[in-house]
């Protein structure tokens, strides 16, 4: 099972979230920790500005953006709508 850290930013980022969408955000983590490469995530490398960092989404609209620190261990970095890509 691959183990998850929190940078602060991400924890803020996750209380101004709609509580329906902290609920969505939460089933797709879950989702993430068993399996971070499910289909139903479609997990991708970002490109650009992000290059070196990974992205999954909660739902259409919102997205987590982590890295990968080692083989065990993803480090959420933030979740928010398309403007985290920015």
């Known amino acids: 099972m691959l183990r998850i850290a929190y940078k602060a930013?991400?924890?803020r980022a996750f209380k101004k979230l709609?509580?329906?969408?902290?609920?969505?955000?939460r089933r797709s983590i879950e989702?993430?920790?068993k399996n971070p490469h499910h289909q139903t995530l479609h997990?991708?490398?970002l490109k650009g500005a992000l290059r070196g960092r990974w992205g999954f989404p909660v739902n259409y609209r919102y997205r987590v953006i982590f890295i990968y620190e080692n083989k065990h261990t993803a480090v959420f970095l933030t979740v928010g709508d398309h403007s985290v890509y920015e």
């Open 9 to 11: 930013a991400f924890f």
């Open 18 to 25: 709609p509580h329906v969408l902290q609920n969505e955000a």
């Open 31 to 33: 989702l993430f920790v």
């Open 43 to 45: 997990t991708h490398k």
